[in-house]
């Protein structure tokens, strides 16, 4: 893969942002951060991804649990119910704890839940965390190669869009 993935930020809170900004500079590594400030506008800009003519999907959602419009569960839920957007890979990223907010975010599809860090550095380890794992995970084609390769390797059609 010549360029590293992106990674699609929805949160609504400007000083999350930054503070995960910092930490991801702290931490040596500044990834290329696209930022939604609600829910919907993640799930717009994953929409446009998928139909653009530069196609690939960022390498890692990271969703806040409560944002406007839409939350954190109500993208992830969207994103699991389409083909295209099936295997991105999506965290919650959150200030809330509640048992019920973590089994509700792992049965909607999340590949995980952190709680968001209030102490500088344990955010950057949270930031050192998203850089490695992107690092160390092989990504699905969509996001490293596009949908026309990944179409073109799944040969019944089912990966892209034409809901079967």
Known sequence: MSTPPEILLAEDDEADVFLLRRAFKDAGAEPRLRVATDGQEAMDLLWHRAHAEE?????LVILDLKMPRRNGLDVLGWMR??????????????S?????????????????FLVKPSATTQRTEVARFFNEWLRLVQAPLAVSEGFKAAAAAHATGV???GGR
């Open 159 to 161: 990966f892209i869009g």
């Open 96 to 112: 809330s704890s509640r048992r019920e907010d973590v089994e509700r975010a792992y049965s909607a599809g999340a590949n995980a």
């Open 55 to 59: 196609d690939r999907l960022p390498g």
């Open 81 to 94: 119910s389409q083909p295209a957007f099936r295997c991105v890979p999506a965290f919650i990223f959150s």
